[in-house]
Protein backbone atom coordinates (compact mmCIF):
# COMPACT_ATOMS: atom_id res chain seq x y z
CA UNK A 1 0.00 0.00 0.00
CA UNK A 2 1.56 3.30 -0.90
CA UNK A 3 1.14 5.83 2.26
CA UNK A 4 0.68 9.27 1.24
CA UNK A 5 3.82 11.43 2.19
CA UNK A 6 2.60 14.62 4.19
CA UNK A 7 -1.25 13.29 4.48
CA UNK A 8 -2.31 16.47 6.60
CA UNK A 9 -0.48 19.10 4.65
CA UNK A 10 -3.13 21.72 3.08
CA UNK A 11 -2.89 24.45 0.83
CA UNK A 12 -4.56 27.70 2.47
CA UNK A 13 -3.43 30.56 0.08
CA UNK A 14 -6.68 30.81 -1.31
CA UNK A 15 -7.83 32.23 1.89
CA UNK A 16 -5.37 34.90 2.12
CA UNK A 17 -7.38 37.71 -0.13
CA UNK A 18 -11.33 36.90 1.30
CA UNK A 19 -12.76 38.82 3.60
CA UNK A 20 -12.76 37.89 7.45
CA UNK A 21 -15.15 35.38 8.63
CA UNK A 22 -14.73 33.42 5.03
CA UNK A 23 -13.67 29.42 5.84
CA UNK A 24 -13.97 26.68 4.26
CA UNK A 25 -13.98 22.85 5.36
CA UNK A 26 -11.63 20.01 3.95
CA UNK A 27 -12.35 16.46 4.85
CA UNK A 28 -9.45 12.98 4.83
CA UNK A 29 -10.24 9.95 4.81
CA UNK A 30 -7.32 7.11 4.37
CA UNK A 31 -7.19 3.33 4.82
CA UNK A 32 -3.61 4.18 6.48
CA UNK A 33 -1.30 7.03 7.48
CA UNK A 34 2.17 6.92 8.80
CA UNK A 35 3.07 9.84 10.78
CA UNK A 36 7.22 9.38 11.38
CA UNK A 37 8.71 8.66 13.07
CA UNK A 38 7.03 5.84 14.83
CA UNK A 39 2.82 6.38 14.69
CA UNK A 40 0.89 4.39 12.17
CA UNK A 41 -2.90 5.11 11.57
CA UNK A 42 -5.65 2.56 10.69
CA UNK A 43 -8.86 4.28 8.94
CA UNK A 44 -8.29 7.90 9.49
CA UNK A 45 -10.87 9.76 8.73
CA UNK A 46 -11.83 13.82 9.81
CA UNK A 47 -11.79 17.02 8.10
CA UNK A 48 -10.48 20.81 9.23
CA UNK A 49 -12.65 23.92 8.61
CA UNK A 50 -9.87 26.52 7.78
CA UNK A 51 -10.97 29.99 8.69
CA UNK A 52 -9.97 33.31 7.81
CA UNK A 53 -9.38 35.64 10.88
CA UNK A 54 -7.21 39.02 11.48
CA UNK A 55 -4.62 36.93 12.84
CA UNK A 56 -4.04 34.26 10.76
CA UNK A 57 -5.99 31.37 9.39
CA UNK A 58 -7.62 29.38 12.06
CA UNK A 59 -8.18 25.33 11.68
CA UNK A 60 -10.48 23.79 13.41
CA UNK A 61 -9.73 19.79 13.22
CA UNK A 62 -11.51 16.75 14.36
CA UNK A 63 -10.27 13.49 13.33
CA UNK A 64 -10.97 9.22 14.10
CA UNK A 65 -8.68 6.73 13.82
CA UNK A 66 -7.53 3.10 15.09
CA UNK A 67 -3.88 1.98 16.04
CA UNK A 68 -2.17 -1.03 16.73
CA UNK A 69 -1.87 -1.77 20.34
CA UNK A 70 -1.37 -4.80 22.91
CA UNK A 71 -3.65 -5.61 25.61
CA UNK A 72 -1.59 -4.57 29.29
CA UNK A 73 -3.72 -7.98 30.25
CA UNK A 74 -3.34 -10.16 27.78
CA UNK A 75 -1.16 -9.23 25.43
CA UNK A 76 -3.04 -9.92 22.27
CA UNK A 77 -2.57 -6.65 19.58
CA UNK A 78 -6.00 -5.36 18.40
CA UNK A 79 -7.13 -2.14 16.78
CA UNK A 80 -7.50 0.90 19.34
CA UNK A 81 -10.12 3.32 18.74
CA UNK A 82 -8.82 7.19 18.84
CA UNK A 83 -10.31 10.11 18.51
CA UNK A 84 -8.96 14.17 18.74
CA UNK A 85 -9.88 17.58 18.19
CA UNK A 86 -7.59 20.37 17.91
CA UNK A 87 -7.88 24.38 17.33
CA UNK A 88 -4.34 25.87 16.21
CA UNK A 89 -3.93 29.60 14.79
CA UNK A 90 -1.62 29.87 12.37
CA UNK A 91 -0.71 33.66 12.40
CA UNK A 92 0.50 36.28 9.53
CA UNK A 93 3.16 37.23 11.55
CA UNK A 94 5.24 36.76 14.76
CA UNK A 95 3.18 39.97 16.98
CA UNK A 96 -0.18 37.82 16.17
CA UNK A 97 1.58 34.24 17.16
CA UNK A 98 -0.31 32.18 20.10
CA UNK A 99 1.43 30.13 22.70
CA UNK A 100 2.00 27.72 19.84
CA UNK A 101 3.72 29.96 17.98
CA UNK A 102 3.07 28.74 14.35
CA UNK A 103 3.24 31.00 11.53
CA UNK A 104 1.98 30.54 7.68
CA UNK A 105 4.41 29.63 5.52
CA UNK A 106 4.44 31.92 2.62
CA UNK A 107 3.63 29.52 0.08
CA UNK A 108 0.47 29.22 1.94
CA UNK A 109 1.04 25.70 2.79
CA UNK A 110 0.39 24.24 6.45
CA UNK A 111 1.69 21.21 7.61
CA UNK A 112 -0.54 19.52 10.23
CA UNK A 113 1.15 16.05 10.51
CA UNK A 114 3.12 16.94 13.51
CA UNK A 115 -0.15 18.33 15.01
CA UNK A 116 -2.24 15.24 14.01
CA UNK A 117 0.50 12.68 15.44
CA UNK A 118 0.84 14.68 18.52
CA UNK A 119 -2.82 14.81 19.51
CA UNK A 120 -3.64 10.96 18.49
CA UNK A 121 -0.15 9.78 20.74
CA UNK A 122 -1.80 12.07 23.52
CA UNK A 123 -5.00 10.19 23.06
CA UNK A 124 -3.23 5.57 22.97
CA UNK A 125 -4.60 5.01 26.61
CA UNK A 126 -1.24 4.59 28.97
CA UNK A 127 -2.97 0.82 29.43
CA UNK A 128 -5.05 -0.27 27.05
CA UNK A 129 -7.49 -2.92 26.78
CA UNK A 130 -8.70 -5.29 24.41
CA UNK A 131 -12.33 -5.00 26.02
CA UNK A 132 -13.14 -4.45 29.69
CA UNK A 133 -13.63 -7.45 31.15
CA UNK A 134 -10.23 -9.32 29.75
CA UNK A 135 -9.21 -12.09 31.89
CA UNK A 136 -5.45 -11.57 31.30
CA UNK A 137 -3.04 -14.30 31.44
CA UNK A 138 -2.54 -16.84 34.24
CA UNK A 139 0.27 -15.79 36.50
CA UNK A 140 1.55 -19.60 36.64
CA UNK A 141 1.17 -20.75 33.24
CA UNK A 142 0.82 -17.58 31.01
CA UNK A 143 -2.46 -19.11 29.40
CA UNK A 144 -5.11 -16.58 27.87
CA UNK A 145 -7.78 -16.71 30.10
CA UNK A 146 -10.22 -15.06 27.95
CA UNK A 147 -10.20 -18.18 25.56
CA UNK A 148 -9.96 -21.18 27.97
CA UNK A 149 -8.91 -21.84 31.94
CA UNK A 150 -6.50 -23.93 33.04
CA UNK A 151 -5.96 -25.74 35.71
CA UNK A 152 -4.27 -22.76 37.90
CA UNK A 153 -7.15 -20.76 38.03
CA UNK A 154 -9.52 -23.84 39.19
CA UNK A 155 -7.56 -24.63 41.63
CA UNK A 156 -7.72 -21.08 43.30
Do not use: W
Not at 76 to 90: C, G, I, M, S
Not at 118 to 138: A, Q, R, V
Amino acid sequence: MNLPRHPFRVNVGFLLNQPIGYNREIHFEYPRVSLPPDLYLDHCNGGIRVSRTPQGILVQAAFSAQVQTECVRCLAEFLQPLHTEFDELFAFNNRSTTESSLILPEDGNIDLDPLVRECFLLEIPISPLCKPDCKGLCAVCGEDLNLQTCEHVLSS
